[in-house]
Each structure stands twice: as structure tokens, then as C-alpha cells.
């Protein structure tokens, strides 16, 4: 699922992108999707995008003089779990396009498209961020930090760190590889209670007697939890690129790849939160972690696997935890949620072809998995 560095990228994309193009004309919104229709019909305007945690903003601006004369509109997209912008000739538009901006002649006519495989992402016409949303990790650190301490007596924080990092109440933009690459940082287990660990920066105050350099340099060398929170994001946002799932190209993808030292890593442990979520991390799982769950180490041989960028669906004890190592052959359950986008994604294409094959050899799975995974065909 996209995480607020790749709300953040879509961002960049679509101002490069849309700098320079005039629209035109009605947005088409596709039929299948449940998503409001957007009323707002301009013979030319230009479209702009800004990101605040794990939301996007498009406004759609009028040129002077256009026809009709309107205000400006704005929408606020969440991507869920498969969104994303992409700009495209018009007469070759992407699958699952469920929102379209067209250009205005003269010249090709493009348009600008919010794609969406899964049809979990959503907008909303008026530009207002989501209510109850937090201040964003990236943009807004001091609000978003004084936010989090402000309120440790939530309840919320009687939980493991783990699970109130992604508590979009207080931690705006943070997802499940972040939470991981965060922790893993600062050697904090993942089932550590929340209060107990965000306490003690209550108390942190630097020397007065340091410098602004020599405090500028204690921050750089020794962060904090939620420091890592503002600068582990900011990294990924450095990486560039326009995200960090195979369509977006494998160069942008193994960039990524090699960034993560946790998540997802060989050597690194796994549980499934309170939430049915995995989260990974190295030694102690802490005080808090599930009672009779089963720490699973990943081992480093096999095919090199990248992040899971899809939801994870609730825990099933009854379920086994998929972990693709080696080249076992599945089983029918396994071989339905290898073909799921969050694995999919963080394999490379051959790899999900032959999940494909033994899906199908599995018979009643295979329809299933089409509509889980279509794209992938």
C-alpha cells in the first residue's frame, strides 16, 4: 500500500507531468467506479497536486478567459491499495483508468489518469484533508511531534509501538515498511509499549551549553523516534523516481530495494500485529508481542525479495504464514495469495508466472486469483 513518500512522489509526478499542458473539457470518470462523479466542465485550466501524508490534493485551476467562468476545484485522492497517477496518450489508455483529465487541442491529445487495479482508492470533490488525520511526517515535523507527545494519554499508546506507528491520528504518512525501517534503526522491538517508549522524549532537552552546530550534529548522530519519523521518509523521497512498485520500472524499484535493511530483509524476523499486519524486525519481539505467535526468521536463500506494497488482510490463525523462499511447491492456499499484489509486487515477473501456473493447476482458485490480480496477465 502506498505510504506518504510515494503520495508524496505521485505528487512531484504530476506537477512534472502537468507543467506546461492545458486541459480541456469534461472529467470522464469510468463507469465501473464507485468513486463520485466530478462536475467540473472548463475549455481550458491546468492542474497542479500537492501531498500531505497519505493523501494527494489535484486542483483544477481556470485559465483566464476560459468557458464557462468557474472557481478552481480541488480533490483529495487516498490510493488504497494499488493507486496511482499516470499520463498517457488518449487513445491508448491504461487499464484501469477510473478518472481521466484530457488536454485541450491543438497538439495530442493526452490525459492524465488516476489508475486504480483494486478499486480501493477514493476522492473526494472540495480539497479538504481527511478529518482526524495527524500533522504530515514529511512536512509539517514540528506540529506532527508536538501532536504525538501532546497526547500520549490516548489509548492508542497502551499498545505496541509497532501498531500506534500507524495510527494516522499521530503518524500521518507512516505504513508498514517505514514502521519496520524506523524501529529496526533505533534497536527498538516492535512489541515495546507505545507510552513507554515515547515518554522519555519528553524529557529530551540538549544541553543548553551545546552550540547550534554541536546540536545540529547530536541530532544527526543520535535521533529520536520520531525524528527517524520526519528523515526515513525523507530518504525514500531522495531516492526519486515516480514509486516503488515494478510499474514504475525497475530501476526505480532496485533503488528502493537496496535501500531497505529490514523490511522484508533476509536475516530479519516476522510477526503478525494485533491487526493481522506483519511487521519485521531482528531479536527481541519485546514484552507486548502475541501470545502464541510464532516468530518467523526469513532465510537468505531463494529468490531476493523486495517489500510488500499491498494491504494485508486480517490475521487467520488457522492460516499458515506465506513466506516465499525457495522453490517449494505451494500449496492451493499459498499458491492464491502469491498471486495477491502483496507479494506479486515484490517478486520479480518470473516469479510471479509460475505462482500463476500452480495457481492454475490448483482449478477452483485460479478465478479468484484473476480478479485479484488481473494486471498481471
Not at 497519505?54 to 481556470?62: D, I, N
Not at 473526494?124 to 482526524?132: L, N
Not at 512489541?191 to 546540536?215: C, I
Request: glycine share 10%.
Amino acid at each position: 500500500m502506498p505510504e506518504g513518500p510515494e503520495l508524496h512522489l505521485a505528487s512531484r509526478f504530476v506537477n512534472d507531468a502537468c507543467r506546461g499542458l492545458v486541459f480541456g473539457g469534461c472529467v470522464e470518470k469510468s463507469p465501473v467506479s464507485r468513486n463520485p462523479e466530478v462536475p467540473f466542465e472548463s475549455s481550458a485550466y491546468c492542474i497542479s497536486s500537492s501531498a500531505r501524508g497519505k493523501e494527494l490534493r489535484l486542483t483544477l485551476s481556470p485559465l483566464p478567459g476560459a468557458q464557462p467562468p468557474r472557481e478552481p476545484l480541488a480533490l483529495v485522492f487516498r490510493f488504497g491499495m494499488s493507486g496511482s497517477f499516470q499520463l498517457a496518450p488518449s487513445e491508448a489508455l491504461p487499464a484501469h483508468a477510473h478518472l481521466r483529465f484530457y488536454t485541450a487541442p491543438p497538439g495530442p491529445r493526452l490525459a492524465l489518469c488516476f489508475v486504480d487495479i483494486r478499486r480501493f482508492g477514493h476522492w473526494d470533490i472540495g480539497g479538504e484533508w481527511q478529518p482526524g488525520r495527524g500533522p504530515c511526517v514529511l512536512l509539517e515535523y514540528e506540529q506532527f511531534r508536538e501532536n504525538v507527545l501532546r497526547n500520549l494519554a490516548d489509548k492508542v499508546f497502551d499498545k505496541p509501538i509497532c501498531e500506534a506507528l500507524l495510527d494516522q491520528r499521530f503518524f500521518n504518512g507512516i505504513g508498514n515498511y517505514l514502521r519496520a525501517e524506523i524501529l529496526y534503526r533505533l534497536k527498538i522491538p516492535p512489541f515495546e509499549k507505545a507510552r513507554e517508549v515515547l515518554e522519555a522524549l519528553q524529557q529530551h532537552r540538549p544541553s543548553p551549553e551545546l552550540t547550534l552546530s554541536q546540536k545540529i550534529r547530536a541530532k544527526l548522530q543520535n535521533p529520536d523516534l520520531l525524528e527517524l519519523c520526519h528523515s526515513v521518509p525523507k530518504e525514500v523521497v531522495q531516492l526519486g523516481g515516480k514509486g516503488y512498485g515494478p510499474e514504475s520500472g525497475e530501476e526505480d524499484f532496485a533503488a528502493f530495494r537496496a535501500w531497505l535493511r529490514c523490511y522484508g530483509m533476509p536475516g530479519m524476523s516476522s510477526l503478525q500485529d494485533g491487526r493481522g499486519r506483519t511487521i519485521w524486525f531482528q531479536g527481541d519481539p519485546g514484552p507486548l508481542a502475541p501470545k502464541g505467535g510464532k516468530s518467523r526468521k526469513k532465510k537468505s536463500k531463494g529468490a531476493q525479495q523486495g517489500p510488500e506494497h499491498g494491504s494485508e488482510a486480517p490475521a487467520d490463525p488457522k492460516r499458515s504464514k506465506l513466506r516465499m523462499g525457495g522453490p517449494e511447491p505451494l500449496s492451493r492456499r499459498d499458491s492464491l495469495l502469491a498471486s495477491t499484489p502483496s507479494l506479486c509486487l515484490a517478486l520479480d515477473r518470473g516469479a510471479c508466472v509460475a505462482c500463476w501456473k500452480q495457481a492454475g493447476a490448483e482449478g477452483a482458485w485460479m478465478p479468484l486469483a484473476l480478479w485479484l490480480f488481473p494486471a498481471q496477465l
